[in-house]
């Protein structure tokens, strides 16, 4: 079962930027871990980004340092990521994923299996 639900997903040119969300309809995430992984065709799924529940640390990819950024409205119960400066390498599926992990600065984002809940993902299209 997809516990969580991604949107924002679109085909957009290089250089623009998308928002995507990750919403939790049937429980709070507020005191959860919240992580970015995306999976692009014969690849591995990579992390991307994570986020602590209170927002105060956050960790980011080499490859998306100073382009994405990650954050969260536990009032909405809600995780986005910004993307700006979109390049054809981030084509991929987006998942984000949750879990009651203590995320503390400077250990790195937890590992695909350390997250309990997961959504269907969402497609992000870069191209000419």
């Known amino acids: 079962q997809y516990q969580l639900v991604e949107s924002g997903g679109a085909l957009v040119q290089p250089g623009e930027s998308l928002r995507l969300s990750c919403e939790s309809p049937?429980?709070?995430?507020?005191?959860?871990?919240v992580g970015w992984f995306r999976q692009a065709p014969g690849k591995e799924r990579e992390g991307v980004s994570c986020?602590?529940?209170?927002?105060?640390?956050?960790n980011y990819a080499d490859s998306v340092k100073g382009r994405f950024t990650i954050s969260r409205d536990n009032a909405r119960n809600t995780v986005y990521l910004q993307m700006d400066s979109l390049k054809p390498g981030d084509t991929a599926v987006y998942y984000c994923a949750a879990g009651p992990i203590g995320l503390v600065a400077p250990m790195p984002c937890p590992a695909y299996a350390d997250y309990a809940y997961w959504g269907r993902g969402t497609q992000v299209t870069v191209s000419s």
């Open positions: 986020i602590s529940s209170s927002g105060g640390h956050t």
């Open positions: 049937g429980f709070t995430i507020d005191y959860f871990a």
